[in-house]
């Protein structure tokens, strides 16, 4: 993507990176993080990290263990529900308001004057949040967050190194889907028509992230509405 394009006149810079709608409902708004924020992310979530309740793999029911580990704030994920308390057995780490306050506004600004036609996002209430890290090599099958029991917009926010990512359909694991590159600071939202859309990470692309995060591989934090009445 950042590549001059064989048409590209002598001398043109790499293209532009805008707003981009890639599926309906999914709005992608490339480096919506500033170097600050993303810095103080990046410090969070090495907080979160730590146990108890911190970073683990996950095993899924059929036996594999994810490449990718993950910690969650608010409610644990495992696969496939939400609990109040962690691997460790220790209560899961509470959903910080500031996570809250910054994922209400991914979702203003993704979605403007049309947040009124997009299921759950006037009055996006959410509060859980699944931290992931990809050491080089981890990757994320296609799948689609459906444990939660609302259908208010996933808010998705990376760092470090890039990813490539695909979004695919809400019916099939199959084509068609379209393949994005998230970079380091990039939000995407994915809501409304493309809340249960299939979707996963093919590849990280190793070494890309900016030094000045302090950061081997990527991370992403998807923030989520559970749904669960407390
Ligand atoms: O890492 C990503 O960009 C996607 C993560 C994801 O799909 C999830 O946590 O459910
Ligand atoms: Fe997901």
Redesign the pocket.
């Known amino acids: 993507m950042f590549d001059d394009r064989p048409d590209d006149p002598p001398g043109a810079g790499p293209a532009a990176r805008v707003r981009s709608e890639p599926a309906p409902g999914a709005v992608l708004l490339p480096d919506w993080l500033d170097l600050a924020a993303k810095l103080r992310l990046v410090a969070a979530c090495r907080e979160w990290a730590r146990p108890p309740a911190g970073l683990h793999s996950v095993r899924m029911p059929t036996g594999g263990v994810m490449s990718v580990r993950m910690v969650s704030l608010g409610w644990h994920w495992y696969p496939y529900g939400y609990a109040r308390v962690a691997e460790d057995g220790a209560p899961v780490k509470p959903f910080p308001a500031l996570l809250g306050e910054l994922a209400r506004r991914a979702v203003a600004d993704a979605y403007g004057e049309r947040i009124g036609e997009i299921a759950g996002a006037a009055a996006y209430e959410p509060d859980t949040a699944?931290v992931?890290h990809?050491p080089h090599g981890a990757k994320?099958g296609l799948?689609q967050?459906r444990d939660e029991r609302a259908n208010a917009p996933v808010v998705?926010l990376?760092l470090g190194d890039d990813?490539l990512?695909r979004l695919g359909n809400t019916r099939t694991r199959n084509r068609p889907w379209t393949d994005l590159e998230?970079h380091s600071g990039d939000l995407l939202v994915f809501g409304g028509p493309a809340r249960f859309a299939y979707?996963?990470?093919v590849r990280t692309l190793p070494g890309t992230a900016d030094p000045a995060l302090g950061l081997v591989g990527r991370l992403?934090v998807?923030i989520r509405q559970s749904g669960i009445e407390a």
Request: glycine fraction near 6%; proline fraction near 0%; charge should be negative.
């Open positions: 699944i992931n990809y994320m799948h967050d998705s990376s990813c990512f998230l979707h996963g990470v992403n998807t």
